[in-house]
């Protein structure tokens, strides 16, 4: 509960020190909520529970079964999150292209091994509802911004693209596809940045979950061990 009350006050505090010169520090202004305390101390002003599933949840999970503090928890999630897998997709962000390069673009990508940023989940078999929603956002409240539109050909070329390939099971866009547009727009252009944005978000999440773990005497998580000679008679098969 320690750990949740300060990570406004900690990330915004290196938010306002790695970008703007430690000017502009504000104190915790307790006729706000934890989300907007968050927003004022980094300087913004406007108004504006994860599941275990993925990198970041996961690793606070495994992390605190060992009974670890929460404080390395967090730390050991937030380095799950800085993966371009993961969290760090939405830093992949960029304008000025024709629809064939993009696809161009896209295809030079999957050739040389690697993935498209944002699209392709484990659990999700459409469309991520919070992409959605985003991007309903978005469509509202800055409907001309350059890098909306970059998002919206994206959407309409990889789709295709991930179908035609054959080994993606989910060609749709995740959360990550569109929220760095947003953050962009609305002056958090610090790309380096936005791990840390999510984590503090997620946090809310996986320490809760952490105290039911420990109020429910949950045991250590042991990976599944596979011995040379198991894989052997695996693949001689």
């Known amino acids: 509960m320690n750990l949740i009350a300060k990570l406004p006050a900690i990330t915004a505090t290196i938010y306002r020190n790695t970008y703007h010169g430690g000017k502009g520090l504000r104190a915790v202004d307790v006729n706000k909520d934890w989300a907007a305390n968050f927003c004022h101390m980094l300087g913004f002003d406007d108004p504006n529970d994860h599941e275990g599933g993925n990198v970041s949840a996961h690793t606070s999970h495994l992390v605190g079964s060992a009974l670890s503090d929460p404080y390395l928890c967090i730390g050991a999630a937030i380095n799950g999150l800085a993966g371009p897998l993961h969290a760090r997709a939405n830093q992949e962000i960029g304008d000025n292209y024709t629809e064939e390069q993009l696809k161009d673009f896209i295809w030079k990508t999957l050739k040389s091994g690697k993935v498209v940023p944002g699209y392709g989940h484990a659990v999700l078999r459409k469309t991520d ?58 002056g958090l252009t610090e790309l380096d940045y936005y791990t840390v944005f999510i984590g503090i978000s997620r946090s809310l999440g996986v320490l809760a979950q952490m105290v039911w773990s420990r109020a429910l005497g949950l045991p250590i998580e042991r990976p599944k061990s596979i011995s040379t000679d198991m894989l052997m008679k695996q693949y001689a098969k």
Request: glycine share 4%.
């Open 129 to 186: 509802p919070r992409y959605t929603c985003l991007r309903e956002f978005a469509q509202k409240h800055m409907p001309n911004d350059p890098l909306l539109k970059l998002v919206a050909d994206v959407y309409k070329v990889v789709p295709p693209i991930l179908t035609e390939l054959g080994k993606v099971k989910n060609p749709w866009p995740n959360a990550d596809a569109h929220n760095g547009v947003l953050l962009q727009h609305f």
